[in-house]
């Protein structure tokens, strides 16, 4: 593994991405997303996509210069055409929308399309949530990777599903996972560090138990998380992100441009009920009591969130860890770019 300082990753992704045409806020925001996924321990969707990105701006899948625009509106709801800009840029435009809505209507809902992909859907609904907005946010990808219960073979994407909600002096609570029992970027963290994986995690192309993450890539397919009810989780995301934003479905044929994302975000106003302040203090109070409760043997009670804000801590001060193999294609590429890695 190669530990990099995240201030160091945030520039190179920052002049990665503008040696490739996105404007400075744009190339800075999309690298602030990426590092704080490797920040909070989410490999997955952090800065591996650093060439996986420019791999798609390359082919003329991600739009550098396109800006989502909004095609018709409500006081309280927003469907936004993404134009195959940075995923990022789009979720971003989508997120401002929902909460600037929900602070003036007490509610709002806001889908989007033509969107790529926008990396980890929980920094949407924490940055809302820091706004003092309740955030749910539901997307689905559209590249099947992923079974549905009792069936074999790929028919979904990973449909992940977030929701913040704003704390007081608690640390933000936030769920944020896919529906099926993994990310298929930890399948590819896997392979980058040559590791095995969890039999549980995956099928081979006969359908059998297997722990080589290449298998999966090799005609194999991820499981939903829990059985029946991460499929069901499953259903819900590709039925609010793809059918109702008329975005790429999961089993539709076209899978060009690679990986969108259709989008959809539900923002709530605590104003409109117990007040903003009340709600706050009643959530820490249920966390707090929470976590003060009798634990097993061995074991320690965690909110949802609180992983990755420990190990964002922890990143912070040691950096952030790379597998060699994919610090190797970030170097590569950043040369062809014309950039010297030794000045990062």
Request: charged content about 25%; aromatic content about 8%; some cysteine.
């Amino acid at each position: 593994m190669i530990v990099v300082p995240a201030e160091r990753l945030l520039k190179l992704g920052k002049d990665i991405f503008k040696a490739q045409g996105l404007a400075n806020e744009k190339a800075e925001f999309l690298a602030e997303t990426l590092v704080e996924g490797s920040l909070t321990g989410h490999d997955s969707h952090g800065v591996s996509y650093f060439v996986i990105y420019s791999e798609r701006i390359k082919g003329g899948h991600i739009k550098v210069d396109a800006e989502p625009v909004i095609v018709h509106e409500t006081p309280t709801t927003a469907y936004i055409d993404g134009k195959y800009a940075p995923g990022q840029i789009t979720a971003k435009k989508l997120t401002e929308v929902a909460v600037a809505k929900a602070k003036e209507h007490m509610v709002s809902a806001v889908g989007a399309f033509n969107c790529n992909h926008i990396g980890r859907i929980g920094y949407y609904t924490n940055w809302a949530a820091k706004q003092g907005v309740i955030a749910l946010f539901f997307a689905n990808v559209g590249n099947p990777q992923v079974a549905v219960h009792g069936g074999e073979g790929r028919t979904f994407g990973t449909n992940p599903i977030s929701v913040g909600i704003p704390t007081g002096d608690a640390k933000p609570f936030l769920t944020d996972y896919a529906t099926s029992v993994v990310a298929a970027g930890k399948i590819s963290v896997a392979m980058a560090k040559h590791a095995k994986i969890p039999l549980h995690w995956t099928r081979d192309k006969h359908g059998k138990p297997t722990d080589d993450p290449f298998a999966f890539k090799d005609g194999g397919w991820l499981l939903p998380f829990g059985e029946y009810k991460g499929y069901a989780l499953q259903l819900v995301s590709e039925m609010l992100g793809a059918v109702l934003t008329g975005s790429r479905r999961g089993m539709d044929p076209d899978q060009i441009p690679p990986s969108t994302n259709g989008i959809f975000m539900i923002a709530v106003d605590p104003s409109a009920f117990v007040g903003l302040e009340t709600f706050r203090e009643g959530v820490d109070d249920v966390i707090s009591r929470v976590k003060e409760g009798k634990t097993e043997p061995g074991k320690r009670i965690m909110i949802p969130g609180e992983p990755e804000w420990e190990t964002k801590d922890a990143r912070l001060a040691e950096g952030i860890p790379i597998p060699e193999e994919t610090w190797n294609k970030i170097v590569k590429f950043a040369d062809e770019l014309g950039l010297k890695i030794e000045d990062y």
